[in-house]
Structure formats: structure tokens, C-alpha cells
């Protein structure tokens, strides 16, 4: 009877062996599985921000998009200021007196037909444009980058009676017309720049895009 109750004594002490080993190979198996998934998920969240950068953001890419503006509410003798690739664009509605002024001062300026300046060809004319009442410009004087301010109307108190109307860079002086041409004598060297532009119908530009434009 003593040797059954050592036998049975045996068998139980082998069964929870056999279990607390088997408890043990469940917990090495869930520690591997939980330490992978943790390791993955911090490969994850570490990965995240780096194939992110790689990413444009949706300002990096409306700053490069074409920009289309509704002309159809600019009364004529105004000017209407938006953003393109992060720069000022200037479009003036030129009434016919302003038409008028661009033919009588062509000897005081640097570059009056602009063979020296920026523009589409379809711009390089005497009022710089795709139509005669409608200048797209940059409005950054092309000396330093500065903000130039209109000055549309003739015989400016600051600038004098011949002043014919156009942008004035009070920074360093430097001139230009209502065609965005720069005067003789200051420290800009070019006329401003004309953007790529297109018209759709007669109401909407679109700047930053010119397919289709004849020259």
C-alpha cells in the first residue's frame, strides 16, 4: 500500500511538472508574440514621421497650383492682389485713359518694348498683356524683392506732375508704369515680371498655366 501511494505520489508530481512546463513554453510563446507586435508597433510609430517627410503638404502644393481668378468684378481703374508659388500677382483693369498714358513716356524708361525683361511671349507688347485692359504682373520690384505700392493716378503729389500712374518701391525709388516698366535712372534693372497666365472666356484668368496661349 506504501508503494501504490509513492507510485501515486510519483504520477502527481510528474503531471503538474508536465504541467507547470507546459504553463511555462505558454508564457516564453505569449512574451516572444508580445515583445514582436511591441516592436513592430514602435517600428511603426518611429517609420510614421520619416515616410511622412516624404510626403508634400497641402500648402507645399497649393503654393505651386495655378490660381484662378474672377476678373469679372474688377471695375476698370482697379487692381485686385493674389497669391501664386508664394508671390504677390497683380491684376490691374485698365480703363481706356490708362491705355492712353503708356505711349507718351516711352524715352524715360529702361526697357520700354522689354527685350531685357521677363515675360511669355505672348506679353512682350506695349502693354505687356494678352489684353489691352488686363495686367498680370509680380509685385515684387525686381531690384531687392520689395513691395512696390500702386500710384495709378496721374500727377502723384509724391512723384511729381509727369507722373503718368504706376507702381512706386518707396524702399529704393525704383518706378514703373501701368505696364509694369521700369524707369531709367533707378536702382531696378528689369521691368516686372509678367507670370504665365490664360484666359477662360472673358471673366476668369488663370495664373500659373498658359496651355494654348497663342504667342
Not at 490664360?198 to 504667342?215: N, P, Q
Request: charged share 20%.
Amino acid at each position: 500500500r506504501a508503494c501504490r501511494c509513492r507510485i501515486a505520489g510519483n504520477q502527481e508530481f510528474q503531471e503538474e511538472q508536465l504541467v507547470s512546463e507546459e504553463a511555462s513554453v505558454s508564457r516564453r510563446r505569449f512574451l516572444v508574440v508580445a515583445t514582436s507586435v511591441t516592436g513592430a508597433v514602435g517600428l511603426a510609430m518611429t517609420a510614421a514621421p520619416f515616410i511622412a517627410s516624404f510626403r508634400p503638404s497641402a500648402r507645399a502644393q497649393a503654393l505651386g497650383a495655378p490660381v484662378e481668378v474672377d476678373i469679372s468684378k474688377i471695375e476698370a481703374g482697379a487692381m485686385v492682389r493674389v497669391q501664386w508659388r508664394g508671390q504677390p500677382v497683380w491684376i490691374l483693369r485698365r480703363d481706356p485713359d490708362m491705355l492712353g498714358r503708356l505711349g507718351d513716356h516711352a524715352s524715360v524708361l529702361r526697357d520700354p518694348d522689354s527685350k531685357e525683361s521677363i515675360q511669355p511671349a505672348y506679353a512682350a507688347n506695349a502693354t505687356r498683356s494678352i489684353r489691352p485692359d488686363v495686367l498680370v504682373v509680380i509685385g515684387s520690384c525686381t531690384h531687392l524683392g520689395c513691395a512696390p505700392v500702386e500710384k495709378l493716378q496721374p500727377a502723384d503729389a509724391e512723384l511729381g506732375a509727369d507722373w503718368p500712374g504706376g507702381f512706386f518701391c518707396p524702399c529704393h525709388g525704383s518706378k514703373f508704369d501701368l505696364a509694369g516698366r521700369v524707369y531709367a535712372g533707378v536702382p531696378a534693372p528689369t521691368n516686372l515680371v509678367v507670370p504665365p497666365h490664360r484666359f477662360v472666356g472673358d471673366s476668369m484668368i488663370i495664373v500659373g498655366e498658359d496651355t494654348g496661349v497663342d504667342a
